[in-house]
């Protein structure tokens, strides 16, 4: 069961969180999925098929895109004054499968507890 969430203690959604928070949840997603396709294709292409044009493709559009991730999480954490360590988990959350989805909703579901 989930702890309920204190309306006095959300921060407030403006359009400027509000369009931070989109922003993160996308590229949450999309770095996600790169990641899965990464470990779970790329990587057994390269090493267990002895074919690497895939990694060499996917390898570096993940690192990118984790690049842009990671300035997503930024942006959101100096909108909503977050720690350095809620930030440092959250940028973490990116290299970890499947963990960036569950940070994702985390997230979201603090801001928009309805």
Known sequence: MTSPVDP???PALTPAVKGALTRYRVIAYIV???LLVLLFVAM???YLGDNP???NV????HGFLYVVYLLGAFDLA???RW????LVLVALAGTIPFLSFYAERKVTHELNPA
């Open 8 to 10: 006095a203690t959300t």
């Open 32 to 34: 996600g999925v790169m």
């Open 44 to 46: 057994p292409l390269k």
């Open 53 to 55: 044009s895939v990694m």
């Open 58 to 61: 996917v390898g570096p559009l």
């Open 78 to 80: 100096r909108r909503l």
């Open 83 to 86: 720690s350095l360590p809620r």
